[in-house]
């Protein structure tokens, strides 16, 4: 009975299944949390989980992550140098430090000027200890990478460190989307390489010696030897094998298909059992790339995103990533009673008096922190504390404690409020720490002068009408339409009506959907399900 073995980790749930490949009938599934400090002990537990396996049944892995699209939605990932040659930069790039040196070629391949050297090797010397990684990209390298080469040789004489060239990734023009698709490549190599160094050592423990895939973004399978090297192609990874498991499992041919996971929400339309590929590049966290996916729309609200309350009393939600307060609670009970003894009026800057932090994983480079960093470090090794009682630990002002560099780097995490912890104050969720999400709950309301049920009534309608505003400019994206629903101030108001059924404004309607709705993931059931 030949098997495939599925994994799929993702920001918060790592998940497995097995798979007949001659019946094509799902034997086991499993879940497991997404382990940040080590990826293997969530993809070992996942697999557990499924039971006894016999590894001589495995012949094929398949492996799709949302880490990658996650990273780029969250800003995260390792730091990034910049070369450009032969022009200057044209928007926006995803680099810590972004240099311009002569070169290039026109659109026959000629060069247009000599590669300056002297310029590469200035620009290796002063960022050298700044950045983990370096993307170099040339004016049409796709007719002519020779200075794109010379430049990787030259940097290598100086200096041992992962490089990315754009005319590896793609053939297509456009000097902006090339360089973008280098850069977020080159910040996804240190974080894709600990995903499949993880998932091999569980592999070898278990003895499955079958080959390991990686599904790409457009729904196909490549080597783990190519994704080494091309990360950038498993951004959408996670969303496009939800479309082929959401059309495996219901059947439906036509149908709009949304996938909550805990960072992002991912809407594709299916037509014929298949969606739309996007050849123009997928677009990522509000970056074009140069990257064949599907054509699916990302957007950064998720069951973990950051439920927020400005100084001005406006609530946000989302894109940014949180760990929710009901699920590390679990873990840390004690950060109930320190949420009890929060003051919800008293603010904090870049931070919410809700917020606690946790250790995710140790660091390997100790001296890349200061004093005050370090200690951080050693309070949480004991155990998680909301940002009042970390401070006191620390011996810092909560608005001046250094927190930034380490959760970039992940080596401690942002617990807040979310809407998993909205999910248990509603009482349609009650997996985890119920006492936690209430008191974070609690605070938020307070912050916005509302009672709890109000509260709790507030972000919910927030949360549907945003799926909703996200599933209409899913249909603008498929149109080829650059429209921003959101930005557009009238049309958000028109809409935002329709969705709440305001009926003071004059007008009334209603908005329908030629497709069936085809909902993955409980969080996203649940709130449809209100």
């Given at each position: 009975?030949?098997?495939?073995?599925?994994?799929?980790?993702?920001?918060t749930?790592?998940d497995?299944?097995?798979?007949?490949?001659?019946?094509?009938?799902?034997?086991?599934?499993?879940?497991?949390?997404?382990?940040?400090?080590d990826?293997?002990?969530?993809?070992?537990?996942?697999?557990?989980?499924?039971?006894d396996?016999?590894?001589?049944?495995?012949?094929l892995?398949?492996?799709?992550?949302?880490?990658?699209?996650?990273?780029?939605?969250e800003?995260?990932?390792?730091?990034?140098?910049?070369?450009?040659?032969?022009?200057?930069?044209?928007?926006?790039?995803?680099?810590?430090?972004?240099?311009?040196?002569?070169?290039?070629?026109?659109?026959?391949?000629?060069p247009?000027?000599?590669?300056?050297?002297?310029?590469?090797r200035?620009?290796?010397?002063?960022?050298?200890?700044?950045?983990?990684?370096?993307?170099?990209?040339?004016?049409?390298?796709?007719?002519?990478?020779?200075?794109?080469?010379?430049?990787?040789?030259?940097?290598?004489?100086q200096?041992?460190?992962?490089?990315?060239?754009?005319?590896?990734?793609?053939?297509?023009?456009?000097?902006?989307?090339?360089?973008?698709?280098?850069c977020?490549?080159?910040?996804?190599?240190?974080?894709?390489?600990?995903?499949?160094?993880?998932?091999?050592?569980?592999?070898?423990?278990?003895?499955?010696?079958?080959?390991?895939?990686v599904?790409?973004?457009?729904?196909?399978?490549?080597?783990?030897?190519?994704?080494?090297g091309?990360?950038?192609?498993?951004?959408?990874?996670?969303?496009a094998?939800?479309?082929?498991?959401?059309?495996?499992?219901?059947?439906?041919?036509?149908?709009?298909?949304?996938?909550?996971?805990?960072?992002?929400?991912d809407?594709?339309?299916?037509?014929?059992g298949?969606?739309?590929?996007?050849?123009?590049?997928?677009?990522?966290?509000g970056?074009?790339?140069?990257?064949?996916?599907?054509?699916?729309?990302?957007?950064?609200?998720?069951?973990?995103?950051?439920?927020?309350?400005?100084?001005?009393?406006?609530?946000?939600i989302?894109?940014?990533?949180?760990w929710?307060?009901?699920?590390?609670?679990?873990?840390?009970?004690?950060?109930?009673?320190?949420?009890?003894?929060?003051?919800?009026?008293?603010?904090?800057v870049?931070?919410?008096?809700?917020?606690?932090?946790?250790?995710v994983?140790?660091?390997?480079?100790?001296?890349?922190?200061?004093?005050?960093?370090?200690?951080?470090?050693n309070?949480?090794e004991?155990?998680?504390?909301?940002i009042?009682?970390?401070a006191?630990?620390?011996?810092?002002?909560?608005?001046?404690?250094?927190?930034?560099?380490?959760?970039q780097?992940?080596?401690?995490?942002?617990?807040?409020?979310?809407?998993?912890?909205?999910?248990?104050?509603?009482g349609?969720?009650?997996d985890?720490?119920?006492?936690?999400?209430?008191?974070?709950?609690?605070?938020?309301?307070?912050?916005?002068?509302?009672?709890?049920?109000?509260?709790a009534?507030?972000?919910?309608?927030?949360?549907?009408?945003?799926?909703?505003?996200?599933?209409?400019?899913?249909?603008?994206?498929?149109?080829?339409?650059?429209?921003?629903?959101?930005?557009?101030?009238?049309?958000?108001?028109?809409?935002?009506?329709?969705?709440?059924?305001?009926?003071n404004?004059?007008?009334?309607?209603?908005?329908t959907?030629?497709?069936?709705?085809?909902?993955?993931?409980?969080?996203?059931?649940?709130?449809?399900?209100?």
């Amino acid at each position: 009975m030949p098997l495939v073995l599925g994994i799929d980790t993702g920001g918060t749930f790592t998940d497995g299944v097995l798979l007949d490949i001659g019946t094509k009938v799902v034997k086991r599934k499993a879940k497991a949390f997404t382990t940040r400090e080590d990826l293997s002990i969530g993809i070992r537990e996942c697999i557990e989980n499924m039971g006894d396996l016999d590894s001589s049944q495995v012949h094929l892995v398949s492996m799709s992550t949302t880490l990658a699209t996650n990273a780029i939605v969250e800003g995260r990932g390792c730091r990034i140098g910049l070369i450009l040659i032969g022009h200057e930069s044209i928007g926006n790039l995803p680099a810590q430090k972004v240099f311009v040196v002569r070169g290039g070629h026109d659109i026959k391949g000629e060069p247009v000027t000599e590669l300056d050297c002297d310029a590469v090797r200035s620009a290796v010397a002063e960022m050298s200890d700044q950045v983990d990684t370096v993307a170099i990209s040339g004016y049409l390298s796709i007719r002519n990478p020779e200075h794109e080469q010379d430049a990787r040789r030259v940097i290598q004489e100086q200096w041992d460190i992962p490089i990315v060239c754009a005319h590896q990734l793609t053939t297509a023009l456009g000097f902006h989307e090339r360089t973008v698709t280098a850069c977020l490549n080159a910040r996804l190599l240190p974080i894709i390489a600990e995903l499949l160094a993880a998932v091999k050592i569980v592999l070898k423990e278990k003895g499955i010696q079958a080959p390991l895939m990686v599904v790409k973004g457009d729904g196909s399978l490549m080597s783990e030897e190519i994704t080494r090297g091309k990360p950038i192609e498993t951004i959408l990874s996670g969303p496009a094998a939800s479309i082929v498991g959401a059309t495996f499992l219901t059947g439906e041919g036509s149908a709009l298909v949304l996938d909550m996971g805990g960072t992002t929400t991912d809407i594709a339309i299916l037509n014929k059992g298949r969606p739309r590929i996007n050849f123009e590049g997928a677009i990522v966290g509000g970056w074009k790339t140069r990257v064949e996916a599907a054509e699916i729309s990302t957007f950064g609200l998720g069951g973990d995103s950051y439920v927020q309350v400005s100084k001005d009393r406006k609530l946000t939600i989302g894109p940014r990533r949180v760990w929710p307060l009901s699920v590390i609670a679990n873990r840390y009970p004690i950060l109930v009673e320190e949420l009890s003894k929060v003051n919800p009026n008293r603010e904090i800057v870049d931070a919410q008096p809700v917020d606690c932090f946790m250790l995710v994983k140790k660091s390997e480079d100790g001296c890349r922190w200061n004093d005050t960093e370090r200690k951080i470090i050693n309070v949480l090794e004991d155990s998680a504390h909301n940002i009042f009682v970390l401070a006191e630990k620390v011996g810092r002002d909560p608005n001046f404690l250094p927190i930034k560099a380490l959760e970039q780097a992940q080596v401690i995490g942002r617990i807040s409020f979310t809407p998993t912890d909205l999910l248990h104050v509603l009482g349609t969720f009650s997996d985890y720490n119920m006492m936690a999400a209430q008191q974070g709950a609690r605070i938020q309301a307070c912050r916005l002068r509302m009672e709890l049920g109000k509260f709790a009534s507030k972000v919910l309608s927030e949360i549907q009408t945003s799926l909703c505003m996200n599933i209409l400019q899913s249909f603008v994206h498929i149109e080829g339409l650059e429209i921003n629903l959101n930005a557009d101030t009238g049309a958000k108001f028109i809409l935002t009506s329709l969705l709440n059924g305001n009926q003071n404004q004059g007008f009334k309607s209603e908005i329908t959907l030629d497709y069936p709705i085809v909902a993955l993931g409980p969080r996203l059931q649940l709130i449809f399900l209100l």
